[in-house]
Protein backbone atom coordinates (compact mmCIF):
# COMPACT_ATOMS: atom_id res chain seq x y z
CA UNK A 1 0.00 0.00 0.00
CA UNK A 2 1.46 3.13 -0.81
CA UNK A 3 2.10 5.92 1.96
CA UNK A 4 0.47 9.61 0.17
CA UNK A 5 2.50 12.26 1.73
CA UNK A 6 1.16 14.96 -0.42
CA UNK A 7 -2.08 13.72 0.44
CA UNK A 8 -1.76 15.13 4.57
CA UNK A 9 0.49 18.07 3.17
CA UNK A 10 -2.49 19.30 0.97
CA UNK A 11 -4.94 19.03 3.86
CA UNK A 12 -2.70 21.00 5.84
CA UNK A 13 -2.65 23.66 3.21
CA UNK A 14 -6.26 23.53 2.39
CA UNK A 15 -6.98 24.17 5.91
CA UNK A 16 -8.96 28.25 6.39
CA UNK A 17 -6.72 30.85 6.96
CA UNK A 18 -7.65 32.85 10.61
CA UNK A 19 -9.26 35.76 9.87
CA UNK A 20 -7.08 39.12 9.82
CA UNK A 21 -7.54 41.95 12.17
CA UNK A 22 -8.33 45.06 10.97
CA UNK A 23 -5.07 47.14 9.83
CA UNK A 24 -3.81 49.27 12.38
CA UNK A 25 -3.52 53.11 12.03
CA UNK A 26 -0.59 54.85 10.39
CA UNK A 27 0.75 58.29 10.92
CA UNK A 28 3.41 60.44 9.10
CA UNK A 29 5.54 63.17 10.30
CA UNK A 30 6.75 65.34 8.06
CA UNK A 31 9.34 66.81 9.44
CA UNK A 32 12.13 69.53 8.44
CA UNK A 33 14.65 66.44 8.33
CA UNK A 34 12.49 63.82 6.28
CA UNK A 35 9.01 61.99 7.38
CA UNK A 36 8.61 59.75 10.31
CA UNK A 37 6.39 57.38 9.77
CA UNK A 38 4.41 55.63 12.71
CA UNK A 39 2.66 52.12 13.21
CA UNK A 40 -0.08 52.87 16.21
CA UNK A 41 -1.00 50.10 18.48
CA UNK A 42 -4.69 51.35 18.82
CA UNK A 43 -6.00 47.59 19.89
CA UNK A 44 -3.61 47.81 22.66
CA UNK A 45 -3.48 51.45 23.66
CA UNK A 46 -6.76 52.66 22.42
CA UNK A 47 -6.86 55.56 24.57
CA UNK A 48 -3.48 57.15 23.96
CA UNK A 49 -4.12 55.90 20.22
CA UNK A 50 -7.12 57.98 20.03
CA UNK A 51 -5.55 61.27 21.73
CA UNK A 52 -2.86 61.17 19.12
CA UNK A 53 -5.10 61.08 16.27
CA UNK A 54 -7.25 63.63 17.24
CA UNK A 55 -4.35 65.78 17.47
CA UNK A 56 -3.90 64.61 14.25
CA UNK A 57 -7.03 64.87 12.22
CA UNK A 58 -7.54 68.53 13.58
CA UNK A 59 -4.19 69.54 11.85
CA UNK A 60 -2.82 70.35 16.17
CA UNK A 61 0.81 68.98 15.53
CA UNK A 62 0.97 70.86 12.23
CA UNK A 63 4.18 73.53 12.70
CA UNK A 64 4.61 72.36 15.98
CA UNK A 65 8.49 70.70 16.59
CA UNK A 66 10.92 68.06 17.98
CA UNK A 67 12.68 70.23 20.43
CA UNK A 68 14.45 68.19 22.44
CA UNK A 69 17.12 65.06 22.50
CA UNK A 70 18.63 62.93 24.75
CA UNK A 71 21.62 61.03 23.59
CA UNK A 72 23.44 58.47 25.72
CA UNK A 73 26.88 57.16 23.92
CA UNK A 74 27.20 56.99 20.13
CA UNK A 75 24.68 58.72 18.48
CA UNK A 76 21.64 56.29 17.45
CA UNK A 77 22.28 53.98 20.79
CA UNK A 78 20.26 55.25 23.47
CA UNK A 79 18.47 58.17 24.19
CA UNK A 80 15.18 59.92 22.81
CA UNK A 81 13.65 62.82 21.16
CA UNK A 82 11.02 64.66 22.27
CA UNK A 83 7.88 66.70 20.13
CA UNK A 84 4.55 68.12 20.62
CA UNK A 85 2.88 71.41 21.34
CA UNK A 86 5.09 72.67 24.56
CA UNK A 87 1.94 73.91 26.48
CA UNK A 88 0.09 76.02 23.62
CA UNK A 89 -3.31 77.01 25.22
CA UNK A 90 -4.35 76.77 21.42
CA UNK A 91 -3.19 73.54 20.88
CA UNK A 92 -3.93 71.55 24.01
CA UNK A 93 -7.00 69.54 24.55
CA UNK A 94 -7.84 67.72 27.74
CA UNK A 95 -5.10 65.08 29.35
CA UNK A 96 -5.54 61.66 28.46
CA UNK A 97 -5.26 59.11 30.87
CA UNK A 98 -2.90 56.60 31.68
CA UNK A 99 -2.44 53.43 30.30
CA UNK A 100 0.56 51.63 31.69
CA UNK A 101 2.71 49.30 29.97
CA UNK A 102 1.36 46.09 32.74
CA UNK A 103 -1.77 46.99 30.79
CA UNK A 104 -0.67 47.45 27.23
CA UNK A 105 1.69 44.65 27.05
CA UNK A 106 3.79 47.40 24.98
CA UNK A 107 7.31 48.39 26.29
CA UNK A 108 9.61 51.32 25.71
CA UNK A 109 11.92 49.64 23.57
CA UNK A 110 14.17 51.25 20.16
CA UNK A 111 11.50 52.89 17.86
CA UNK A 112 8.75 52.79 20.24
CA UNK A 113 6.63 56.46 20.64
CA UNK A 114 5.67 57.01 23.84
CA UNK A 115 3.58 59.88 25.91
CA UNK A 116 5.80 62.67 27.70
CA UNK A 117 3.99 63.24 31.37
CA UNK A 118 4.56 64.97 34.53
CA UNK A 119 1.88 62.72 36.84
CA UNK A 120 0.19 60.07 35.74
CA UNK A 121 -3.15 60.63 33.99
CA UNK A 122 -1.34 64.25 32.72
CA UNK A 123 0.07 63.64 29.29
CA UNK A 124 -1.89 65.81 26.59
CA UNK A 125 0.32 65.97 23.43
CA UNK A 126 3.85 65.79 23.79
CA UNK A 127 5.40 62.64 23.08
CA UNK A 128 8.97 60.91 22.18
CA UNK A 129 10.20 58.55 20.11
CA UNK A 130 12.95 56.27 21.73
CA UNK A 131 16.54 54.74 20.63
CA UNK A 132 17.86 51.52 22.19
CA UNK A 133 16.01 49.66 24.92
CA UNK A 134 14.94 52.20 27.98
CA UNK A 135 12.36 49.38 28.88
CA UNK A 136 13.05 51.26 32.70
CA UNK A 137 10.83 53.71 31.64
CA UNK A 138 8.09 50.98 31.48
CA UNK A 139 5.62 50.58 34.33
CA UNK A 140 6.64 48.63 37.45
CA UNK A 141 4.41 46.03 39.45
CA UNK A 142 5.95 46.88 42.85
CA UNK A 143 7.96 49.76 44.63
CA UNK A 144 6.85 53.13 46.01
CA UNK A 145 6.05 56.37 44.59
CA UNK A 146 5.42 56.22 41.21
CA UNK A 147 5.86 53.51 39.66
CA UNK A 148 3.77 53.35 36.58
CA UNK A 149 6.08 54.47 33.81
CA UNK A 150 5.90 55.77 30.40
CA UNK A 151 3.09 54.86 27.93
CA UNK A 152 4.08 53.66 24.52
CA UNK A 153 1.38 53.74 21.91
CA UNK A 154 3.09 53.00 18.45
CA UNK A 155 6.43 52.21 16.37
CA UNK A 156 8.28 53.98 13.91
CA UNK A 157 8.00 51.39 10.81
CA UNK A 158 9.92 53.96 8.94
CA UNK A 159 12.47 57.04 9.32
CA UNK A 160 14.69 55.85 12.31
CA UNK A 161 17.54 57.14 10.28
CA UNK A 162 15.55 60.34 10.71
CA UNK A 163 14.95 59.97 14.27
CA UNK A 164 18.44 59.40 14.36
CA UNK A 165 19.53 62.71 12.98
CA UNK A 166 17.43 64.68 15.09
CA UNK A 167 18.65 63.10 17.84
CA UNK A 168 22.39 64.01 16.57
CA UNK A 169 21.66 67.54 15.71
CA UNK A 170 23.13 70.46 18.17
CA UNK A 171 21.34 71.30 21.60
CA UNK A 172 22.03 74.33 23.41
CA UNK A 173 23.86 73.55 26.47
CA UNK A 174 22.08 76.52 28.46
CA UNK A 175 18.38 75.77 27.23
CA UNK A 176 16.17 73.42 29.45
CA UNK A 177 15.52 72.85 33.45
CA UNK A 178 16.68 69.92 35.59
CA UNK A 179 16.80 66.82 33.82
CA UNK A 180 16.45 68.80 30.53
CA UNK A 181 19.11 71.01 30.73
CA UNK A 182 21.39 71.26 28.08
CA UNK A 183 19.12 68.48 26.11
CA UNK A 184 17.35 71.29 24.50
CA UNK A 185 17.70 71.40 20.18
CA UNK A 186 19.53 74.72 19.63
CA UNK A 187 17.27 75.04 16.57
CA UNK A 188 14.25 73.23 17.08
CA UNK A 189 13.14 70.31 14.02
CA UNK A 190 10.11 71.67 12.54
CA UNK A 191 7.06 69.14 12.45
CA UNK A 192 5.77 70.57 9.38
CA UNK A 193 2.86 68.07 8.92
CA UNK A 194 1.38 65.03 10.90
CA UNK A 195 -1.12 62.75 8.67
CA UNK A 196 -2.80 59.46 8.74
CA UNK A 197 -1.30 57.23 5.92
CA UNK A 198 -2.39 54.10 3.96
CA UNK A 199 -0.70 50.75 6.16
CA UNK A 200 1.89 49.38 4.16
CA UNK A 201 0.53 46.42 2.12
CA UNK A 202 0.95 43.29 3.69
CA UNK A 203 3.44 40.71 2.40
CA UNK A 204 3.17 38.56 -0.15
CA UNK A 205 2.50 34.90 1.37
CA UNK A 206 4.71 32.33 1.15
CA UNK A 207 4.18 29.91 -1.74
CA UNK A 208 2.90 26.73 -1.03
CA UNK A 209 5.76 23.70 -0.06
CA UNK A 210 6.13 21.20 -3.24
CA UNK A 211 4.12 18.12 -2.64
CA UNK A 212 6.11 15.16 -1.36
CA UNK A 213 6.12 12.40 -4.11
CA UNK A 214 4.62 9.22 -3.33
CA UNK A 215 6.69 6.18 -2.63
CA UNK A 216 6.10 2.17 -2.03
CA UNK A 217 7.73 1.33 1.74
CA UNK A 218 8.96 -1.41 -0.38
CA UNK A 219 11.42 0.98 -2.17
CA UNK A 220 13.30 2.51 1.23
CA UNK A 221 16.21 1.39 2.10
CA UNK A 222 16.19 -1.54 4.01
CA UNK A 223 19.06 -2.25 7.08
Known amino acids: MR ?3 SAAIAALVAAPALAQSPALPHV ?6 GTITLKLE ?18 RLDGTSFYRAMLVGEPGSFGLIQGGVQGDPKRLLPPVKHEPTTQTGLSNISGAISMARAAPG ?8 ILGNLSSLDAKTEGEGD ?8 QVVAGMEVVTAIQTAQTDPEKGKGAMKGQMLAKPIAIKTARRVAPPPPPEPEPAP ?8 SELPQP
Do not use: M, S
Not at 28 to 33: G, K, V
Not at 147 to 153: E, H, K, N
Open 147 to 154: ILGFAPFG
Open 210 to 217: AAEPEFDP
Open 3 to 5: ILL
Open 122 to 129: TATADFFI
Open 42 to 59: ADKAPATVANFLRYVDEK
Open 28 to 33: ALETAL
